[in-house]
């Protein structure tokens, strides 16, 4: 990641007392779901809170929700989830897999992005919740000369809980720079050949260990039925995404099935759930082995490691299955760095252009 700026000058034709400018330059933002500062109560609640309380994630009317959040969910949540984190904790680095990964990613593009123009462009990134905030970021750019942004939320498929919110803070934060950046957001990659690409590329280098699954679960991340009902596209773009996946591949309805993960809450969810599914699968359509997917997460997270590799594998396995193949997201892959360099290449048109020899 670029330090800050610097080669900070005065302009030739200013006043003496003209304070030092740091040299122009692009900066590419990156942002992330986020992740608590340790899995203890009090980290987990602070999170949760913060993640909870988003209006972009539960719309429930705040006379409402508040007290339900704070007086019951937040006095039992943080332990279930601290527990869930602490077990795929990075101990050595003290921090979250998505923090860890997160990073190597943004120092991978980082380094890609400067072989390619050079000392213009500044790459980091950023957490939608916790830290480091979008806020503190977008300070730092802004202090290190950028006078253009371009914020590219990692998620492929648009949601308004997930893309829309941090979009929503990346403007919170232009709204209090004195000196405001131009600015753009990365739209939905979830059809991007390169993309694609790079998923076929890591189911067919897992299908390659022999571990011969009879069918390929994409799971993605749910979300209330009333979303897609209000106009939300994530529903079908995940849709897009298996289909062209499914193309790709060259395979058959019978290969490959969709599903949604992370239900929270008495309402109905985007289905099948892939908890139930699993099982399912393994009950009633007598599948002993699948793999499980989950493109919808640029990196892995609580809800890969924890989640699908934990809790739904043991649904599956209780259900009579026997062999479960959890396969990684793309996170600091080269075909997935590749990707993501292409996406925003193509965004950082007329901004920047290619360093000469």
């Known amino acids: 990641m670029n330090e800050p700026a610097k080669d900070a000058t005065c302009p030739v034709h200013a006043p ?16 992330n779901l986020g992740t608590p500062d340790n899995y203890d109560y009090w980290s987990m609640r602070r999170y949760l809170n913060e993640f909870l309380s988003d209006r972009r994630v539960i719309d429930y009317a705040p006379w409402k929700w508040q007290p339900l959040l704070q007086l019951i969910i937040l006095t039992k949540r943080p332990f279930t989830s601290g527990a869930a984190y602490k077990s795929i904790w990075n101990e050595e680095k003290g921090e979250s897999p998505l923090m860890t990964i997160t990073r190597d990613q943004t120092e ?49 498929q648009y949601a308004g809980a997930t893309s829309a919110t941090a979009n929503d803070q990346f403007f919170r934060a232009l709204m209090k720079e004195t000196r405001q950046p131009a600015a753009r957001t990365v739209e939905p990659y ?38 897609l009902m209000q106009g939300d596209p994530y529903h079908c773009q995940c849709q897009k995404t298996t289909r062209l996946l499914k193309e790709r591949l060259g ?51 609580i809800e890969t490691l924890e989640e699908i590799n934990e809790e739904i594998r043991e649904s599956f396995e209780e259900a009579g299955g026997e062999e479960f193949t959890y396969i990684p997201c793309l996170n600091d892959g080269p075909a997935h760095i590749e990707a993501l360099t292409s996406v925003i290449r193509e965004n950082l048109q007329g901004w920047v252009h290619e360093k000469t020899a």
């Open 108 to 156: 991978a593009l980082s380094a890609a992005l400067t072989a390619e123009y050079g000392d213009d462009v500044m790459v980091d990134f950023c957490m939608r919740y916790g830290n480091p905030s979008t806020e503190s970021k977008v300070r730092e750019m802004t202090e290190a000369g950028c006078t253009r942004i371009l914020f590219f939320p990692l998620y492929p």
């Open 190 to 227: 979830c059809d991007h050949p390169e993309y694609i690409d790079a998923l076929a590329r890591s189911i067919t280098e897992a299908y390659a260990d022999d571990i011969n699954p009879e069918i390929l679960v994409v799971s993605y991340h749910g979300m209330p039925k009333r979303y």
């Open 251 to 301: 395979w058959d309805d019978s290969q490959i099935t969709t599903t949604f993960q992370s239900v929270f809450g008495p309402e109905e969810w985007l289905k099948p759930y892939t908890v139930e599914e699993v099982a399912r699968l393994a009950k009633e359509d007598g599948k002993k082995r699948i793999a499980v997917v989950a493109p919808a997460f640029s990196a892995d997270c």
């Open 16 to 31: 003496k007392d003209h304070p030092n400018i740091p040299r122009e330059k692009t900066g590419i933002l990156l942002a």
